[in-house]
């Protein structure tokens, strides 16, 4: 068998809101996530990734949604939601990426032809159902293939314990 690529590519879970910089006047923002917790782990912007997120309040799942239509990504989705009907409702998100982050550390340009089997493409969506909605009586966590899990990175960082 050849090597299997994920649709999935990359992805965090449970991230802060209060850890986005979320922009201002003639700055963009970021939403910065890295592959390790280590102090010295390179951060990467993922405001530009497609794919499916999830909000919460606190550990609540209140909304699922997808980014990559058009040219909305998911920084921006993530910030309309800060302004529309679930404005006050959500502190926390989930990110389910197509797009894998490059060796130069920014994500990649945009998707290639994914050819899964039904078996891997099955085993993803299973991992990302499980990991939104965390269901009590899963005991597996899901079978993600090669995607690769990004913690929440912010200024200060290191100068305070990370939580999950």
Do not use: C
Request: glycine letters at 10%; proline letters at 1%; aromatic letters at 12%.
């Amino acid at each position: 068998m050849g090597f299997s690529m994920s649709i999935i590519r990359s992805y965090g879970l449970h991230w802060h809101t209060d850890r986005v910089f979320w922009g201002r006047p003639n700055d963009r923002g970021t939403l910065l996530g890295a592959a390790s917790r280590s102090t010295r782990a390179r951060s990467v912007d993922f405001r530009d990734q497609r794919g499916i997120y999830a909000l919460y309040a606190d550990y609540d799942l209140i909304y699922i949604g997808q980014t990559g239509a058009g040219d909305q990504r998911l920084f921006n989705r993530l910030k309309s939601h800060r302004i529309d009907h679930l404005s006050e409702r959500w502190n926390r998100f989930s990110w389910f990426g197509t797009q894998w982050v490059i060796q130069t550390g920014e994500l990649s340009m945009d998707t290639q032809a994914v050819h899964d089997s039904t078996e891997v493409a099955l085993n993803v969506l299973e991992a990302i159902t499980i990991a939104i909605s965390e269901p009590r009586l899963n005991l597996q966590r899901g079978r993600w293939g090669d995607a690769q899990q990004y913690f929440q990175w912010w200024l200060g960082a290191g100068d305070e314990e990370s939580e999950e």
